[in-house]
Nanobody, 122 residues
Framework: QVQLVESGGGSVQAGGSLRLSCAMY????????MGWFRQAPGKEREEVSV????????YYADSVKGRFTITQDNAKNTVYLQMNSLKPEDTAMYYC???????????????WGKGTLVTISS
């Protein structure tokens, strides 16, 4: 089991930046990949970014490419999401996730944090 705790959300103006953090606790040894998802009211959960353990591969949704960067610090068991040039449509609850499985999409994630709220005003 892995416990995930997000932080770093808040309210900023369009064009601003935020950095989200996800601290992982418990049995993190077998984690294969970690990711960030978001969900706005009335919308389906969206995969934002995924990083494989060791940083060998990353994925970004088209909507955030060039603006968001996912990184990890293995020594601290922490994953980050640097978000730049934020837009109102980025407003959502952001969740970090992890899995032991070799399936790193939305259907493969087994562990989830409680979320951190990001609000972008125009």
């Amino acid at each position: 089991q892995v416990q995930l705790v997000e932080s770093g959300g808040g309210s900023v103006q369009a064009g601003g930046s935020l950095r989200l953090s996800c601290a992982m606790y418990g049995d993190t040894y077998s984690v294969y990949c970690m990711g960030w998802f978001r969900q706005a009211p009335g919308k389906e959960r969206e995969e934002v970014s995924v990083i494989y353990a060791g940083g060998s591969s990353t994925y970004y949704a088209d909507s955030v490419k060039g603006r968001f960067t996912i990184t990890q610090d293995n020594a601290k068991n922490t994953v980050y999401l640097q978000m730049n040039s934020l837009k109102p449509e980025d407003t959502a609850m952001y969740y970090c996730s992890a899995t032991y499985r070799r399936l790193c999409g939305a259907g493969g994630m087994d562990f989830w944090g409680k979320g951190t709220l990001v609000t972008i005003s125009s």
